[in-house]
């Protein structure tokens, strides 16, 4: 490990894909973006405490639609 560098703990894999090419992401991204949706899923209602798994997929629409924020689609 380089002088300097920060040690962290791993505690998950993380991958993001973006048009079909994986990018990049070291550690202490992985970590951030594990963490992160880890703990927005604790939030929502039907999940369980701590998921073994978590896969997002956002496709962007090709026309804004306006909708009720508070409904489910």
Request: glycine fraction near 6%.
């Amino acid at each position: 490990m380089s002088e300097g560098h920060r040690v962290i703990q791993k505690n998950f894999e993380t991958e993001m894909w973006v048009d079909g090419n994986q990018l990049p992401l070291n550690n202490m991204m992985q970590e951030t973006i594990a963490n992160i949706m880890m703990g927005f899923s604790k939030t929502l209602k039907g999940t369980d405490e701590a998921p073994e798994n978590i896969e997002i997929k956002i496709k962007k629409l090709h026309q804004k639609v306006d909708v009720d924020a508070h409904t489910y689609p």
